[in-house]
């Protein structure tokens, strides 16, 4: 990382980097060299979507200017497929550096998440899903991916 001011969350094992390299399950709704998509089992929104670069990178200020061109279209993508397989009112993204604005993995990732029914996101405790739940979300939502999504 530059030489920053930012505090950053404590540098356990990367989560994210375990769950590209298939060392821990998680939910993919796409990847790629650049980016991947994913389903969190914390759903904040309906539904909830990180978008990561798949290098390792620790804030917004470690990427590329090219890894912040890929990861802003997986964004869009990620909220106009929200928008047109949940119909919510609203579409909320989000982005934490530092332990102060509440990142809380050491890797950089963006929230894309459909407001509740009552406006907004969840920002206190939620249940975590199955993957079983996170696997259906991501299939509705691969739906309808913008240009569709080549499975193999």
Known sequence: MRDSAIRLPSAEPCAFCAYLDGTRPFTFVTRNAT???????????KPHLLVISTAHRETILDLTDAE???????????????DAAYHRPGISVWQNNGEPASQSI????FHVAGTLDSGGTEWGPVDELSLVETERIAERIKRHWPGGIAEG
Request: proline share 0%; hydrophobic share 45%; aromatic share 0%.
């Open 35 to 45: 980016t991947a998509v994913m389903v969190t089992q914390e759903q904040r929104g």
């Open 68 to 82: 912040c061109s890929a990861l802003m279209i997986e964004i869009k993508h990620a909220a106009s497929a929200i």
């Open 106 to 109: 050491r890797h950089v990732h």
